[in-house]
């Protein structure tokens, strides 16, 4: 007797499908990406710290970077784990984002550089 190696991760969702939840899903990723270069832009306009510089760009490059890790993980699975996995990591975006805005405003002083 043989065994067949069956693998737990196998995907019977079509490959349209993937493509099509990947695809709403990053929409709302580059929503939030585009929020935070709108935020960084208006924060340079003042004129930014080393530090809100630091701080501002890693508010851009974060979402980009769950959107990564979330497809890393959820790209052998059902389309609905893959659904659940993004909706999760946008999740993660939504409250780092907050943090991000409530940071900036409280602590404008270290962001912000003052002219004198």
């Given at each position: 007797?043989?065994?067949?190696?069956?693998?737990?991760?196998?995907?019977?969702?079509?490959?349209?499908?993937?493509?099509?939840?990947?695809?709403?899903?990053?929409?709302?990723?580059?929503?939030?990406?585009?929020?935070?270069?709108?935020?960084?832009?208006?924060?340079?306009q003042?004129?930014?710290?080393?530090?809100g510089?630091?701080?501002?760009?890693?508010?851009?490059?974060?979402?980009?970077?769950?959107?990564?890790?979330?497809?890393?993980?959820?790209?052998?699975?059902?389309?609905?784990?893959?659904?659940?996995?993004?909706?999760?990591?946008?999740?993660?975006?939504?409250?780092?984002?907050?943090?991000?805005?409530?940071?900036?405003?409280?602590?404008?002083?270290?962001?912000?550089?003052?002219?004198?």
């Amino acid at each position: 007797m043989t065994e067949q190696s069956t693998s737990p991760a196998t995907s019977a969702s079509p490959r349209w499908l993937n493509a099509l939840v990947l695809g709403v899903a990053g929409l709302f990723y580059a929503y939030a990406i585009w929020n935070a270069v709108a935020h960084l832009v208006s924060m340079a306009q003042s004129g930014l710290t080393g530090i809100g510089w630091v701080t501002l760009l890693f508010g851009v490059v974060f979402p980009a970077l769950v959107f990564v890790f979330a497809y890393v993980i959820g790209r052998r699975r059902r389309v609905g784990e893959l659904a659940l996995v993004l909706l999760a990591g946008l999740g993660v975006v939504a409250v780092f984002w907050l943090s991000l805005i409530g940071y900036s405003i409280l602590n404008m002083s270290d962001l912000v550089t003052v002219a004198l």
